[in-house]
């Protein structure tokens, strides 16, 4: 049972374009959302993070929204470039959870075209 | 800056060895992770300490023990390895509640 579903799987856009990745989640207790990125042969870095009690958060060309009644999150990345092309990982954890542990996603590889 | 060490990138054993996967952390944090990755199921959480010898099973703890006899050292421990345990294994450690996660660089594990 994943508590956190991520969609899609993988993602080819063209450079200059936008990719979107969606995360939805069961667990209402989940207070914490972040974002990671994965290059090939690296572990995962934060990318960027939300809270619950705001529905967009900018970084730069990196993006999250967020719609707690529906319990779903998503990544936008614009303007991508050929160096975004990583997995990313949307998570959740709650601070009340034994140990603050981070719930993933299934993972999302993304391919920007030159 | 912040270092997860793991102590190997790639590891091949046989069936039925037992698999030792160290991790080191140097920036004094509480808690610490074994997440293994696998295609299209991200990374699925192994083990988790919050103190030293202190444990929690995670979603998948069946086939591994972990141990923690220091506060910068976590250890895997596969039991007896097998086939399905093939995969690569990510060690983390986080200062505090629902704050920024930080990875080691991974041991690609493969059992023959």
């Known amino acids: 049972q994943q508590q956190v579903k991520q969609s899609p799987q993988s993602l080819i856009v063209q450079k200059g374009g936008i990719s979107i990745i969606n995360c939805a989640y069961e667990n209402t207790a989940f207070d914490y959302f972040p974002w990671y990125q994965q290059f090939p042969g690296k572990g995962p870095a934060l990318l960027i993070a939300i809270r619950p009690d705001v529905s967009e958060k900018k970084e730069g060309r990196f993006t999250i929204s967020f719609n707690k009644s529906a319990k779903q999150f998503s990544l936008h990345i614009m303007d991508s470039q050929p160096g975004d092309s990583a997995t990313y990982f949307c998570?959740?954890?709650?601070?009340?959870?034994?140990?603050?542990?981070?719930?993933f996603g299934g993972g999302t590889r993304v391919l920007v075209k030159p | 800056d912040v270092k997860v060490t793991q102590s190997s990138r790639y590891l091949v054993k046989r069936t039925g060895e037992k698999v030792f996967l160290e991790c080191v952390q140097d920036?004094?944090?509480?808690?610490m992770f074994w997440y293994r990755q696998d295609p299209g199921l991200g990374l699925r959480l192994i083990y988790f300490?919050?103190?030293?010898?202190?444990?929690e099973k995670g979603d998948i703890p069946e086939g591994y023990s972990v141990s923690r006899e220091k506060k910068e050292r976590f250890s895997l421990i596969l039991e007896s390895a097998s086939t399905n345990q093939t995969s690569m294994y990510l060690c983390a450690s986080i200062p505090g509640p629902n704050t920024e996660a930080f990875f080691g660089q991974g041991t690609r594990l493969t059992v023959v």
């Open positions: 998570a959740a954890s709650s601070i009340k959870a034994a140990g603050n542990k981070l719930t």
């Open positions: 300490s919050y103190d030293v010898k202190m444990k």
């Open positions: 920036m004094d944090h509480e808690n």
